[in-house]
């Protein structure tokens, strides 16, 4: 199956080349810099996807639902995305600021926490769902439609772990004006 979606060429044009990946990031987040990417011709093939080390998102898009910034808790907005991530398909590592909670509609995920602190809830079962369970770091979960994430300040890595599209409802409460994520390879290298 292709690594990418079909209509990924109707997507606007890449940043002039003097943008750094990290700025793109600041201003696009995740979905953004991953339709950019796409854009831009960079679409490595599943296999080479799979063999390298990819240092962008690969076959991602991301819809940014709505936002807003709660009286109860100045500084912070809370937002919802819709994340979709194609067959093959992948965030390597990267961070987000705040907390999150990451809910599975569809297809196989797979995720692996890399730092901060993660607790899984598992899809209900007659109407009542499982008890959440601490995440061990460093170690891949599958995810599956109903399953969901509650996690703070998270490092992690992403990818679609199935043959169908994955699609996750992310709401998130970060702080204003920073990304809602950053690579982690962008991470150690200042803005220019």
């Given at each position: 199956?292709?690594?990418?979606?079909?209509d990924?060429?109707?997507?606007t044009?890449a940043?002039?080349?003097d943008v750094s990946?990290?700025?793109?990031a600041v201003?696009f987040?995740?979905?953004?810099?991953?339709?950019?990417l796409?854009?831009?011709?960079?679409?490595?093939?599943l296999?080479?996807?799979q063999?390298?080390?990819?240092?962008?998102p690969v076959?991602v898009?991301?819809e940014l639902l709505?936002?807003?910034q709660p009286?109860t808790?100045?500084g912070m907005e809370?937002?919802?995305?819709r994340?979709?991530?194609?067959p093959?398909?992948l965030?390597?590592?990267h961070?987000h600021?705040?907390?999150l909670?990451?809910?599975v509609?569809s297809?196989?995920?797979g995720h692996t926490a890399?730092g901060?602190?993660?607790?899984?809830t598992?899809?209900?079962?007659g109407g009542?769902?499982a008890a959440?369970?601490e995440?061990?770091?460093?170690?891949?979960m599958?995810?599956?439609?109903?399953?969901?994430?509650?996690?703070?300040?998270?490092q992690?890595e992403?990818r679609?772990?199935?043959e169908?599209?994955?699609v996750?409802w992310?709401a998130?409460?970060?702080p204003v004006?920073?990304?809602f994520?950053?690579?982690m390879?962008?991470?150690?290298?200042p803005?220019?």
């Open positions: 199956m292709n690594a990418t979606r079909p990924a060429d109707a997507i044009p940043p002039p080349a990946r990290r700025e793109v201003r987040g995740a979905g953004g810099l991953a339709a950019l796409l854009a831009a011709g960079q679409r490595p093939s296999r080479a996807a063999d390298a080390s990819p240092t962008g076959g898009t991301g709505g936002v807003g009286t808790t100045p809370l937002s919802l995305r994340i979709t991530l194609a093959g398909g965030i390597p590592p961070s600021p705040g907390a909670v990451i809910y509609e297809g196989t995920w890399l901060g602190t993660a607790q899984l598992r899809a209900s079962v009542t769902p959440a369970e995440v061990a770091m460093g170690t891949e599958i995810l599956t439609a109903g399953d969901a994430l509650y996690v703070e300040d998270p992690d992403v679609n772990a199935g169908d599209d994955v996750l992310v998130g409460l970060t004006g920073e990304p994520t950053m690579l390879d962008d991470m150690a290298t803005a220019p």
